[in-house]
């Protein structure tokens, strides 16, 4: 019974870690907004996380559309969902800090 608990925790922290990837990437392009709309469309490919997607999309919707209070909140939002996979991913938030 430990040994099945034991991969359901390993198996569990994969899934997160997994999910977690690109946060610092994600991080790095909503702060060189405007300038990096690019990037960021280019890296929303690759990130794993539905929702982050969303908010990133919802970024740079409101950046093209030049509606500034929105473009404000998604960003806010969007920041807010890294933070919230870095939260569950504490190995990967150990080794960003190390670099």
């Known amino acids: 019974m430990l040994r099945y608990s034991l991969i359901a925790v390993v198996l569990l922290a994969l899934y997160t870690h997994w999910r ?15 300038n990096g709309k690019e990037h960021l469309d280019d890296l929303l490919q690759d990130v794993r996380d539905r929702r982050l997607i969303h908010h990133c999309r919802a970024v740079l919707a409101d950046q ?4 500034h ?12 969902r890294v933070e919230h996979l870095e939260h569950f991913a504490p190995l990967r938030r150990f080794t960003s800090k190390s670099q």
Do not use: I, M, Q
Not at 69 to 80: M, Q, V
């Open 20 to 34: 977690a990837a690109y946060t610092a990437e994600v991080r790095a392009a909503l702060d060189a907004l405007p």
């Open 64 to 67: 093209n559309a030049g509606k």
């Open 69 to 80: 209070e929105l473009f404000e909140e998604h960003r806010t939002a969007a920041l807010a």
